[in-house]
Structures are given as C-alpha cells and as structure tokens.
C-alpha cells in the first residue's frame, strides 16, 4: 500500500523486474564445473509470469485494478498511470505459474502524494 493519498491527476510509476533463469551448458572439453569457460553457453529456462496490478486500497480481486501490466514474453512489467480521484491505493505483484517455486524480484515505483502535491499552473 501506499503511505499516502494519491492525489488526482497526479501520475505513479510502477516498474517490476526478475532475472529468467537459465542452465549452463559446458562446451566438450571445459572443466570447470558449474564455472562459465570461453566456448560455454546459457539454454534459457520457460520464464515465470509475474503480473503487476494497481488497485484501490482494500481490493479483494485483480479485476479490480484500475491499471495493470500482464504480458508474458518479458520479465519486466510497467504501469504509468494517470490517478482518477484522490484515494488510497495499493499495487499487487502476482506469480501467474506458482508451480515453477517463488520468483525473486525487484520493484519501484514513485507517485504524487497529498504529502508531496503538483505545483499549480
């Protein structure tokens, strides 16, 4: 959640990121084990989904979400969103394919609060 109201025609950023794992596959010849060597390369693993939502404070259900970011070909997810009405909001981050284990990941985000408002024209 956020410390503060959002105050309206304010914006919020919200940026979300995780690293794709991948295995190492050693060339013929290279000894070092589980060590990167000239000639070794990286085979990519399926990535995990993860999904970012912004919503009203006290939402029980992402079709709640006033914005959100769900694509599945990155791992990275953004929402620049203009604010509808000073309130209280709050942003999800939601692993879509649990079964692959917990998804380590970073986020940031900044946002106009009634603590820090606009300049007026």
Not at 53 to 66: F, T
Request: charged letters at 25%; glycine letters at 8%.
């Amino acid at each position: 959640m956020f410390e503060k109201k959002l105050l309206q025609d304010g914006y919020v950023a919200i940026t979300l990121a995780w690293d794709r794992h991948v295995d190492l596959v050693k060339q013929k010849g290279n000894n070092k084990h589980g060590e990167f060597e000239d000639g070794d390369t990286f085979r990519g693993k399926a990535l995990v989904n993860l999904d970012l939502y912004l919503l009203p404070k006290g939402a029980k259900l992402s079709n709640q979400a006033i914005a959100r970011s769900i694509s599945t070909k990155y791992s990275a997810e953004h929402i620049f969103f203009k604010i509808p009405k000073t309130a209280e909001y709050e942003f999800w981050v939601v692993q879509v394919d649990a079964g692959n284990g917990a998804q380590p990941y970073g986020v940031a985000w900044w946002a106009v609060s009634d603590h820090c408002p606009p300049k007026k024209k």
